[in-house]
Every structure is written in C-alpha cells, then in structure tokens.
C-alpha cells in the first residue's frame, strides 16, 4: 500500500519525506527486507546468468545487499560502484576483506586502479538504489545523476545490464515526473514483492 505524502512536494521535499519513513524503519524490518530481497532476487533464473553483478555499500537506511550477495550464483562476480571525477560510475570486483577507501561522499568503494574498473556495459545486472519509485518504474534517486549518466544508453534500448531498484515498500510514490535524462527501472525488489517493468 502506498501511503500518503504531501501534496505536490518539490523532488528536495519528496526526498526529504521518504528518506525520513526509511529511516524509521527499526533494524529487525531493515534485516527482514534485506532476506526478503535476497531470495526475490535470487528466484529469478534470467538474473543468475554469469558475469558481473552491481551493488552498492548502503547508507542512510538503504537496503543493506549482504543477503544478496551471499546467494551469488557460481558464475557471477560481485561489483561496487566507484565514482569517476567527470560523474560517472564504473564498478569494480569485491570480496568481503578486500580494501576499500571512502569516496567524496564518504561512501566505502573498492581501492583499486582506475584502469582496472568496468564500464557499466560490461555488468549483468546493476541492483540500484533509490529514494522513491512509482508503478510505472520510475525511480528517485539522491539527486546527483551519477546512475542516470551512467546507464543512459539504457534509456532507448533494451541493452544489458538489467536495471534492477532495490527499496522498501514504504519507499514507493503514487507517481513521479519523468525527466528525458531519467533511466527507468526493469524491475524493483522490495521486502514486499518483486515487480517488473515490461521493458
């Protein structure tokens, strides 16, 4: 159920709203939500093909992706994002112990050779965070355009990676603008339900 925001918030309003319901969220429901989006993640056979699959290091009450990474398949190699100076996101390969260093945003990401990362082309599936999502798979994010950017190749074709959201149910919206530089989700997982887009 989606529950009921301010009429007609600027998106600053409606980030600030939504990121207070997920910080609300006690820690039992924060682990409960990750499980739940494990195992919907890891029921969908087209999304344990091998290759290298996107996260991210939650902060600020994001869905944490433990659960998901522990229920890897065989073949697939766990990434995190690494941010570039010109707004871009590559990723990089990383195991638990593996160094990592805070970015500009304090965000933990792998500590490794800037020619050594992947362009996201070369991923499978890229678990996205957000702030807010609507039916249609629009998505919310924190403002700074760095996956917008980054997958824009997406927007006009049905190219790899699968762009899958990750939130709590709490964190959908009845609608949002659409923006031309917006890429749209293929899919979102929630503690909830795992939803699909059509693209």
Excluded: K
């Amino acid at each position: 159920m989606v529950e009921a925001i301010f009429l007609n918030p600027t998106r600053p309003e409606l980030r600030r709203q939504l990121q207070a319901r997920r910080a609300a969220l006690a820690p039992g429901e924060r682990l409960a939500a990750a499980d739940a989006v494990a195992r919907h993640v890891s029921s969908q056979r087209h999304l344990r093909e091998p290759g290298y699959v996107a996260g991210y290091w939650a902060v600020g009450g994001e869905v944490p992706l433990h659960a998901v990474q522990l229920r890897l398949a065989p073949a697939q190699v766990w990434c995190l994002p690494v941010l570039q100076d010109d707004g871009q996101l590559r990723f990089a390969p990383w195991r638990a112990g593996d160094p990592l260093v805070n970015n500009r945003f304090g965000i933990p990401e792998p500590d490794v050779d800037p020619a050594s990362t992947l362009a996201p082309e070369a991923l499978t599936l890229v678990l996205v965070p957000l702030v807010g999502f609507d039916r249609a798979g629009n998505r919310l994010g924190m403002g700074g355009g760095y996956y917008d950017r980054s997958f824009a190749f997406r927007r006009h074709a049905a190219a790899p990676p699968s762009l899958v959201g990750v939130a709590y149910a709490c964190q959908e919206v009845p609608a949002l603008a659409h923006e031309d530089w917006d890429v749209p989700l293929d899919a979102v997982a929630t503690e909830q339900e795992w939803r699909v887009f059509g693209r």
